[in-house]
T-cell receptor
Framework: KAGVTQTPRYLIKTRGQQVTLSCSPISGHRSVSWYQQTPGQGLQFLFEYFSETQRNKGNFPGRFSGRQFSNSRSEMNVSTLELGDSALYLC?????????????FGQGTRLTVV | GQQVMQIPQYQHVQEGEDFTTYCNSSTTLSNIQWYKQRPGGHPVFLIQLVKSGEVKKQKRLTFQFGEAKKNSSLHITATQTTDVGTYFCAPNDYKLSFGAGTTVTVRA
């Protein structure tokens, strides 16, 4: 079956702009989580969506937001981009359950803010 | 912040040798997952440990969950070049809280 698909793979934006990233989970997976990966901070949890509702949120400013659609596809938006937002943004999907299920990651979107 | 600490941060291994990476928490964990990320790739699930003292093996990889469920380890025997990458431990309580990872390089 198809894996987790993230688009676009690469993106260059200017400071102050906004960006929207997309994630299509594995068919049947209703939980989608987003992570930011940087060399200095490692893998940081952004938020998790389940059945179109944000179920968990990490410690990121309000400029970072997301949503999930009825088909479980998810988008995350970053407004007023800063240079420090340059990172690999990873999306992961998993089956609904108690939370103790494996996460399947997409290839990520490499965002560069200049 | 990160719930778990991983040591060492970097591991340089001679091909054929064994090594162990550790994952430590100050609190009791309900479970721990391990992921591997190859250079330029994305994290890939390796294993999940749930029970106190649990030991699981995958070929040359041995995963262990401590008796107190506060630490875990990954031991790799006879390291190969295919073992290159970063190994993350992550407690999963509706969200994964990744450790900083152990980045492994292999000398042929």
């Amino acid at each position: 079956k198809a894996g987790v698909t993230q688009t676009p793979r690469y993106l260059i934006k200017t400071r102050g702009q906004q960006v929207t990233l997309s994630c299509s989970p594995i068919s049947g997976h209703r939980s989608v989580s987003w992570y930011q990966q940087t060399p200095g901070q490692g893998l940081q949890f952004l938020f998790e969506y389940f059945s179109e509702t944000q179920r968990n949120k990490g410690n990121f400013p309000g400029r970072f937001s997301g949503r999930q659609f009825s088909n479980s596809r998810s988008e995350m938006n970053v407004s007023t981009l800063e240079l420090g937002d340059s990172a690999l943004y990873l999306c992961a999907s998993s089956l609904p359950g108690t939370g103790h299920t494996e996460a399947f990651f997409g290839q990520g979107t490499r965002l560069t803010v200049v | 912040g990160q719930q778990v600490m991983q040591i060492p941060q970097y591991q340089h291994v001679q091909e054929g040798e064994d090594f162990t990476t550790y994952c430590n928490s100050s609190t009791t964990l309900s479970n721990i997952q391990w992921y591997k990320q190859r250079p330029g790739g994305h994290p890939v699930f390796l294993i999940q440990l749930v029970k106190s003292g649990e030991v699981k093996k995958q070929k040359r990889l041995t995963f262990q969950f401590g008796e107190a469920k506060k630490n875990s380890s990954l031991h790799i025997t006879a390291t190969q070049t295919t073992d290159v990458g970063t190994y993350f431990c992550a407690p999963n309580d509706y969200k994964l809280s990744f450790g900083a990872g152990t980045t492994v390089t292999v000398r042929a």
